[in-house]
């Protein structure tokens, strides 16, 4: 019988624990030695391991614990795919102003972006129409109205600064608005110095359509404070059919708002006129 069978049973062979080293060679006794390659039977039962009740590893309660222990699981975080990150480079665009670089969020200012359109052209040349309807401007008591304003006012200027070549007027929708939704007189004044020396320079004139009672006290007494030649400029049309005698208004686009506005006010003068 071999040697190790007594009895009929077998008895497990127990083997020394080698002398280890920190070397990483395959020299004796080291980590890497054969010795342990060769020996597959080690007697696990008979290796000590700490009792439940030993404080061996208290030191590691002295250790700084992680903020969470939570596991993201496999997948956990999303991955953009290709239409995603076309989508996520769309967000934002780059315009011009003057001689930087804005950048512009095109995802907040989305439903505001047909606040500014490009009206055709009058008279001889590459004079440009700008209409500017405020009744697409954000109502100002959105809790992210500072954000959009900041970013409107990037987009408005650089998009003139697009669409301009020479001279050019702007054509300033104003029916239509409530309070809420008119921009203040500091954005306004903002977007005119910031835009380009030239854009200041080739506006020929502002046209006010459906001029409410609040703007055109708004200029009255702000004009001490702006230019004579700025003033001289500023005009006032009180319908579309006045608007339609300045300026071709073929490329025009005019909201349904701002003509539903314009036919009550026809029908309010025509009611007047027949009363006298």
């Not at 030993?54 to 953009?80: A, H, M, Q, R």
């Not at 230019?227 to 005698?245: H, P």
């Amino acid at each position: 019988p071999s040697p190790l069978e007594i009895n009929g049973s077998k008895k497990k062979k127990k083997l020394l624990a080698p002398n280890l080293s920190l070397t990483l060679d395959r020299s004796d006794g080291s980590i890497l030695s054969e010795d342990l390659d060769e020996s597959g039977d080690l007697d696990l039962d008979d290796l000590d391991t700490p009792s439940e009740n030993s404080n061996e590893f208290e030191w590691e309660d002295d250790l700084p614990k992680p903020k969470t222990t939570e596991v993201l699981p496999k997948g956990s975080i999303p991955e953009y795919t290709a239409a995603e990150e076309k989508e996520e480079s769309r967000r934002w665009r780059m315009f011009r102003i003057g001689e930087q670089d804005h950048r512009v969020d095109m995802s907040a200012i989305e439903p505001y972006k047909k606040v500014i359109s490009h009206g055709g052209y009058y008279g001889d040349g590459l004079n440009a129409i700008i209409v500017f309807a405020v009744c697409f401007m954000p109502e100002s008591n959105q809790p992210n109205y500072r954000y959009l304003m900041d970013n409107l006012f990037k987009y408005v200027i650089g998009t003139l600064e697009m669409l301009v070549a020479e001279n050019y007027m702007i054509v300033y929708l104003n029916g239509a608005t409530t309070r809420r939704k008119m921009p203040s007189l500091g954005w306004l004044r903002k977007c005119y110095q910031q835009i380009d020396r030239r854009l200041r320079k080739n506006l020929k004139s502002l046209i006010i359509v459906h001029p409410s009672w609040f703007i055109r006290t708004l200029l009255a007494i702000t004009k001490p404070f702006i230019s004579s030649k700025f003033s001289q400029k500023i005009k006032y049309v009180f319908s579309l059919a006045e608007l339609a005698d300045l300026i071709p208004m073929e490329y025009v686009s005019i909201p349904e708002c701002i003509k539903q506005v314009d036919k009550d006010l026809n029908k309010k003068s025509e009611d007047q006129v027949s009363e006298q």
